[in-house]
C-alpha cells in the first residue's frame, strides 16, 4: 500500500489510520476507511459536524470492500432467507390448490352420481403404478421445473428490494442535509465546485457506484434477459456519470440524480417477487406504484434536471483548475450533457414497454414484465 500511495502521488495522510483500529495493517485500512481526509470548509453549508474528505484513487479500494460484502449479503439473501421462504409459500400454494381441485372434482361427481373410485392404496393412474399426478402431496417434473424456476426468479429479486430499503432512505438523509431542492435544482450548481465531501456524502458516493458495479457484474453471470443490453448501456454510463462527477466535483447533481434513480426500483422487484408468489392482484397495485413513481422521478424531476445541466452553460464559468477544483470544460460539458440525456433515452424506452405491461393490466390480464423478466 506505501508503493501504491507514492506511486498515485499520495501524501501518507491520504491513508486514514486515525479512524482505523490500530491493530489493523496499514496496507488494508484503505479498504474499511474513508480515504484522504483533509480540513472542514471554513463555513460548510452542510453537514456541519461531519469530517471532510478529498477524492482520490485510493477510494476504489474501499469500493472493492464493498463489491465484496454485497456479494456476500446478496447469496445470504438468496440462499437462507428468499429461496427457503418462496419453496414454502409456493408449495404450500400448489398443495393447496390441487387440494381444491380434487374437492371441486368430487363434489362435481357427487353432483353427476358417480361413484368414486379408490383401492387401498390410492388411485391408479393409467398404467397401475400408484402414481397419482393429482394427489396434494405429489409434484410433477413440469410442477416442479415451474416451482423451481419461480424460487430462483423469487431469490434474485431480494436483493434489490433490501438493498433499496436502506439506501432510498439514507440517499434522501444525504439530500435533506444539502442546500439542494428537488423542484428547483438549479441550487446544485450554486457556489460550484463542492469541494471537500462530507463523509455521509462520500459514502454514499462510494457505496452507490460499487452497487453498480456489482450489478454489472451479475448481470453477465446470471442467464441474459430479453434487454440485456439495454441494461448494461443503462450501467456503464450511469458509473461514468458517477465516477466523473466524483472526480469533477459534480456531486450534489449526482446526488440528486442517484436519488431520482433509485425512489422506483424498489416497486418493481417488489412486484415480480408478488408475482412469483402468485399473488396477482397485489402484483398489479405494486406494478401501478412503479409505473406512477417511474413517470414521476425518471422523465418529469430527471428532466428537469436536464433542463437545469443545460443551463449550466450560462451559469458556471468553464473553467480548467485543478488546484482549485474547477473541472468543467466545453468537452466535459457536453460529455455528461449527452450522457443525460442518452439515460433518459433508455428510460423512454423502457417506459414504452412498462405502458404495454399497465396495458395488460387494465384488460385484466396481469403485469407481465416485458421488459427484462423473461430470458431470451
Known amino acids: 500500500m506505501d508503493v501504491l500511495v507514492a506511486a498515485l502521488n499520495f501524501p501518507p495522510s491520504a491513508v486514514n489510520t486515525a479512524q482505523a483500529p490500530s491493530w489493523l495493517p496499514r496496507q488494508l485500512v484503505p479498504f474499511v476507511t474513508l480515504s484522504v481526509p483533509t480540513a472542514p470548509p471554513v463555513k460548510p453549508d452542510s453537514f456541519p459536524d461531519s469530517s471532510y474528505y478529498g477524492a482520490g484513487l485510493l477510494d476504489f479500494c474501499l469500493m472493492i470492500t464493498f463489491i465484496a460484502v454485497m456479494a456476500v449479503l446478496r447469496d445470504a439473501t ?8 418462496a419453496r414454502w409459500k409456493l408449495t404450500r400454494n400448489l398443495r393447496a390448490h390441487k387440494l381444491a381441485k380434487l374437492a371441486a372434482a368430487k363434489t362435481n361427481g357427487k353432483a353427476n352420481g358417480t361413484p368414486e373410485k379408490a383401492n387401498g392404496h390410492g388411485a391408479q393412474n393409467g398404467n397401475g403404478n400408484g402414481y397419482n399426478a393429482s394427489s396434494p402431496d405429489t409434484v410433477t417434473p413440469a410442477e416442479r421445473k415451474k416451482l ?50 462530507a463523509g455521509p456524502v462520500k459514502f454514499y458516493y462510494l457505496l452507490q457506484t460499487a452497487f453498480y458495479i456489482h450489478q454489472v457484474l451479475i448481470l453477465n453471470a446470471e442467464a441474459r434477459r430479453k434487454d440485456h443490453w439495454q441494461m448494461m448501456s443503462h450501467h456503464v454510463i450511469t458509473i461514468a456519470l458517477m465516477v466523473g462527477s466524483y472526480f469533477y466535483n459534480y456531486t450534489r447533481v449526482g446526488c440528486l440524480i442517484m436519488l431520482l434513480m433509485d425512489i422506483c426500483d424498489i416497486f418493481l422487484p417488489s412486484a415480480k417477487m408478488l408475482k412469483y408468489l402468485g399473488m396477482r392482484t397485489l402484483c398489479d397495485v405494486m406494478f401501478i406504484t412503479f409505473m406512477v413513481s417511474w413517470f414521476i422521478t425518471r422523465h418529469v424531476l430527471f428532466n428537469i434536471v436536464i433542463k437545469v445541466t443545460w443551463e449550466v452553460w450560462y451559469i458556471v464559468p468553464r473553467i480548467w483548475d485543478p488546484s482549485r477544483g474547477h473541472y468543467l470544460t466545453k468537452e466535459i460539458y457536453l460529455g455528461f450533457f449527452t450522457m443525460l440525456c442518452t439515460l433518459q433515452v433508455i428510460q423512454l424506452v423502457w417506459f414504452g414497454m412498462i405502458c404495454r405491461v399497465a396495458y395488460l393490466v387494465v384488460s385484466g390480464k396481469g403485469a407481465e414484465d416485458t421488459r427484462s423478466d423473461d430470458e431470451e
Not at 432512505?169 to 465531501?197: E, I, K
Open 78 to 85: 438468496r440462499l437462507l432467507l428468499a429461496e427457503p421462504f
Open 148 to 197: 423451481r424456476h419461480a424460487v430462483t426468479r423469487f431469490s434474485e429479486q431480494g436483493w434489490p428490494v433490501v438493498y433499496y430499503a436502506i439506501q432510498v432512505p439514507f440517499g434522501m438523509y444525504v439530500h435533506a442535509n444539502l442546500p439542494t431542492s428537488m423542484l428547483n435544482p438549479v441550487d446544485v450548481w450554486a457556489n460550484y465546485p463542492h469541494f471537500p465531501l
